[in-house]
C-alpha cells in the first residue's frame, strides 16, 4: 500500500489526546469558603501515582478514530501497476541559439555568451538532446536537431563546443524575432519527422539589446509546444554611442553644405563628452568637434570638413568606453551630384496650383546626390533628342502629335521610359490607337462605374517592381488617396498589357507595355486637383522617384548601404571586379545585377574596365540601440518563457498523475472514513450508556 499524501500521518499523533484528558483531573471551577478551613493551607489536585486509566474502552475507540481520519486524509492506495522508469518519459530536446549579431562585439559579451553556452551543456542530463544555431539578420544551423548522423550523446556535445570555438559575431543586425520562429518550426518539425513527443526548448544566449527585430513574431503564431528560457549576458559596461551623418540643409558662406553628424547616447551610459572628426582612415583630415550628449540624448552638430590632400570618407567618435568602438565609425562616399533631366509634354503653366506640372516642378528638391531639371515641351514639335541628351524620363499629359510620338517610340525603343496620363476622354480617343488598341467605355458603362462620388485604389500588384518598395504593412495604404475622375477604358485590344493597379470598380488605375527595351506607363487618372488626391498624399514623391529609379536602370543606386544590404549594380561595359575594405577582390559574371557580399563595413570599389565607383556599407543603426530589452515584450507574443522539465521531472510527474488517478479509482479513503462514523457511534453509544449506570454506595450511613 501506498500513500499519497504521507504528511497526513502526522495528524495521528494527536491520539496523545484522549489520553491525556483522561489522565488530567479538572480543578473544581467553583469555590466556597468554610470557616473551619481557614486557618488550612490550600492543596490543589495534582497527578499522583494513584492517577489511573479508568475507561480502556472508551479511550481505544478515540484513538483509533483519530488513527484512521488521520490515515483517511493520506489518500492510501493499492499499487497494481508495473513501475515507471526512465524510458517512460519523453526525451527533452534543447536547442541552443546564439546571438552573434554586431553589437555582441561590445566589451567581452562574446566571451561571456560562450561561457554561458558551455555551462548550459554543463547542465543538461545525459538523456536531453541538444543541437546548435547562430543568427544576426540569417539563421544559420550548426548542429542539427536529432538525425542519423549516428553520433551519442556525448560526442554531439563535444561537436556542439567544437562549434562554438569556430564561431565568431558578424557585423550583421539582430532579427530575433525571425530566428525564434526558424528554430521552433525546426524543432517541430524533427518531433513530428520522429514521432517523440519530446519537450521542446530553445535556450537563447545574447545580449538582448533593444535594438532586436521582432516584427515576425507579430505576424506568425508561436507554437505552444516549444518554451524558450533566455540567458542574457550583460557587458560590464553598459555604456554606447554612436555616430551617424544627417542631410544638411544649411549652407556656409561659400554656398556648400555644411555636413552635420549626430551623435546618440544610449541611457544608462557613464559617458557624456565625446569628439568627432574626419577622417581618411590613416589620419584626421579636420579639427575635432565635441559634443556634450547626456544619457538617453542624441545631439547635431556641423562638423566642417577641410580641404586636404587626402579624401575624408569615414567619420570618427571617440570617447565612448574601451571595447564599444563597433559602431563608432560611419564611412561615407563622397556625393557627386547628377544632373538629371525630366521631359515634360504639357502646356499647363509651372505656378498653375490646379495643373499637375506645378506639383511635379516641386516633387524633386536638390540634393548632393541628384538635381532633376524639367523640360516642358508645350508646342507640337519634337525636341531634337539625338543631337541633345535624352532624358531621363518623359512625362505625357497631352495629346502627342505625329512627330512627337515617332519621337517618343524612338525613345522608348532604345530603352527609355515614359509615363502617360490620361487626363480626359478626349486625350483616351486621340491617343487610344498609340497607346496599342486603348478604347474608352461606352457612356453607358461609364456612368454606371461614376455613380460614386470618389474612387479609390481598390488592388495594387506589390510584387510589381514600380510598387515593390511600398509592399511593407507601414507603406502599402493607399485606401486615403481619393480620385475625383479617372478614365473609364478598356485594355482589351491592348497587347501585352501588364494592369499593375486597378480602383475600386474595376478600372485599370496604372498599366505598363513594353517596347523595346523600354517601358510605356500608363495612369487613367492625373494629380491634378481636379482629378485625385494623390500629389498631397505622401506617396506621391516615393512614386515619381520610383519611376525615376526605374529608368535610371542603376545609374541611381545609392552609395551607402547597411551590412547585409544588396547593392544593386549598374549594366556591365566589361570585366567587373568588387574590391572590399580589407583588399579581397570579388569577381562579377555579367548576369550580376546586385553585389550581395556586403558583410562587413568599409569602402567597396566596382571597377569596371576604367571605371571606379565606390559605395559605403556600414553597421545598421538599430545595432547601436543597445539599451536592455523589456523580456516581458516576448510574452505579449505568447511565448512561454521559462525551462522546458527534463526527463526525470516528467517521470516524477507522470508517477503523481498515475498515483492520483489510482487513488480516484479506488477511493479507499470513504471506507476509511465509515468505519470512523462507525467508531464514533460506539463510543457515543458506550459514553452515554457508562454515564447512566447507578453509583454503588457501599458502608452503613451514622
Known sequence: MSLLYGAFLL????????????????????????????????????????????????????????????????????????????????????????????????????????????????????????????????????????????????????????????????????????????????LEATDDLHQTHAALQIVLVGDMQAGSQLDALQTNQWPKAVRLEVHSVVPADVSNARVRLVESQEEDADGERVPRVRVRNVAGSQVEQFEVVWSDGVEDQSRPVSFYVPPGESLVLDVPLEISSSPSDRLLLRGDGPGLDFDNTFYQVPAVQEQIRLAYFGSDAENDSDQMRFYLSRAFGETPARKVEIEAVETATMPNWEFDAAPYFAVITQSLSAPQQDGVNQFLEQGGNALVVLSSDDMVREMGAWLGGVQPLPQVDQDRAAKDSYALLGHIDFQHPLFAPFAGARYNDFTKIRFWRHRQVSLDEVDGATVIARFSDDAPAVWSVQRGEGTLYVMSAGWSRSDSQLALSTKFLPLLSRWLELAAKGRLTSQSYVVNQPAPLPAARGKRVVRTPIGDEIGL??????????????????????????????????????????????????????????????????????????????????????????????????????????????????
Not at 494527536?14 to 466556597?32: D, N, V
Not at 475507540?61 to 483517511?72: G, M
Not at 546564439?98 to 562585439?105: E, P
Not at 574596365?609 to 510574452?635: M, Y
Open 11 to 186: 495528524g495521528a499523533l494527536t491520539i496523545a489526546a484522549p489520553l491525556l484528558f483522561h489522565l488530567i483531573r479538572r480543578t473544581p471551577k467553583a469555590r466556597y469558603e468554610f470557616s473551619s478551613l481557614m486557618f488550612l493551607q490550600p492543596s490543589p489536585p495534582r497527578l499522583t501515582r494513584r492517577s489511573r486509566l479508568d475507561e480502556w474502552l472508551l479511550l481505544l475507540l478515540r484513538a483509533l478514530a483519530i488513527l484512521l481520519l488521520a490515515f483517511a486524509f493520506t489518500r492510501p492506495y493499492f499499487r497494481t501497476q508495473a513501475e515507471l522508469s526512465l524510458s517512460d518519459a519523453p526525451q527533452r530536446h534543447v536547442a541552443i541559439l546564439v546571438d552573434r549579431s554586431a553589437s555582441m562585439r561590445r566589451g567581452a559579451v562574446w566571451e561571456d555568451a560562450i561561457a554561458e553556452v558551455n555551462a548550459v551543456i554543463d547542465d543538461l542530463e545525459p538523456t536531453d538532446e541538444v543541437s546548435l544555431f547562430a543568427f544576426d539578420e540569417k539563421l544559420e544551423m550548426l548542429v542539427a536537431p536529432k538525425n542519423s548522423d549516428g553520433f551519442e550523446q556525448n560526442q554531439r556535445r563535444e561537436l556542439v563546443r567544437n562549434k562554438l570555438d569556430e564561431l565568431s559575431p558578424t557585423w550583421g543586425a539582430s532579427h530575433l524575432g525571425t530566428a525564434l520562429l526558424g528554430v521552433a518550426e525546426r
Open 589 to 702: 559574371t555579367e548576369q550580376d545585377n546586385v553585389f550581395t557580399a556586403t558583410t562587413i563595413p568599409g569602402i567597396y570599389t566596382l571597377l569596371d574596365e576604367d571605371q571606379e565607383t565606390k559605395f559605403a556599407v556600414n553597421v545598421a543603426d538599430r545595432e547601436s540601440e543597445t539599451d536592455p530589452l523589456d523580456i516581458q515584450r516576448l510574452e505579449q507574443f505568447d511565448i512561454a518563457l521559462g525551462a522546458a522539465p527534463s526527463q526525470i521531472a516528467q517521470l516524477d510527474q507522470m508517477r503523481q498523475l498515475r498515483d492520483i488517478e489510482l487513488e480516484n479509482r479506488q477511493k479507499i479513503w470513504k471506507w476509511l472514513i465509515v468505519a470512523v462514523l462507525i467508531l464514533l457511534g460506539i463510543e457515543t453509544w458506550l459514553a452515554a450508556r457508562r454515564s447512566r449506570q447507578p453509583v454503588q454506595v457501599t458502608g452503613d450511613l451514622a
